[in-house]
Every structure is written in C-alpha cells, then in structure tokens.
C-alpha cells in the first residue's frame, strides 16, 4: 500500500495551494481517504475527508469554506484545494486512507508521507 502526496509549499496569506494524494495496492472505493495536518507542538488533527464510494464528503469547522475535497476515481487521486490560507493552517499535511469513516488518528489504516504547507503572514 502506497499514498503518495504532493503539492505543499510556501504560500502569502490569502493564497491557495492544491494538494494531490495518488493511492496505489488498496481498493480505493474501499476506504476513506482524507487529509490530516500536524502543527509543530499540536496533535494531529482531521481536516478533510472523502468517501472513496460516494463521494460523502467532511470537513473540520476551521476550514469550512475555504477547502475542497474531490477524487478522481480513474486516478485514485485525491485532491485538497486549498483557498483563502490563514498561517493558522501552516502545518505537514498528511494523506491518508481507512476502512472507517474517522478523523481519529488512531483509526487509520494507512498513512501518507506529510508534505509542508507553510502560509505566511
């Protein structure tokens, strides 16, 4: 099993960035597939997820209208745009994947490698 993501970077406030999540070895239609973000000194939190059968889509409160989730199928790619960055959401971002639908950490079956989001003031 493989999550492969990308698209992080250095961004001024205001700005937007679009991460992309390549999954590979899973059924995609399966899981779960969503994004988590750790700040330094903060836990783990779930910011995004996507159903990999439905499309059913959630999103933490802080980011309620300013983020979309979406998924290509064909791909197994999942994409987070990311609109109206805050450098509140300066922070690695992770991919994930997992047979629950949870923003529990400890419920993910699956972890992507984390890519830097960094959003300045």
């Known amino acids: 099993v493989q999550l492969q993501a990308s698209g992080g970077g250095l961004v001024q406030a205001g700005g937007s960035l679009r991460l992309s999540c390549t999954g590979s070895?899973?059924?995609?239609?399966?899981?779960?597939i969503g994004w988590f973000r750790q700040a330094p000194g903060k836990e783990r939190e779930g910011v995004s997820l996507?159903?990999?059968?439905?499309?059913?889509?959630y999103y933490t409160d802080s980011v309620k209208g300013r983020f979309t989730i979406s998924r290509d199928k064909a791909k197994n790619t999942v994409y987070l745009q990311m609109n109206s960055l805050k450098p509140d959401d300066t922070a690695v971002y992770y991919c994930s994947a997992s047979w629950l639908w949870s923003v529990h950490p400890g419920d993910i079956d699956y972890w992507g490698r984390g890519t830097q989001v960094t959003v300045s003031s």
């Open positions: 996507i159903s990999g059968s439905d499309g059913t889509t």
């Open positions: 070895g899973f059924n995609f239609d399966d899981n779960a």
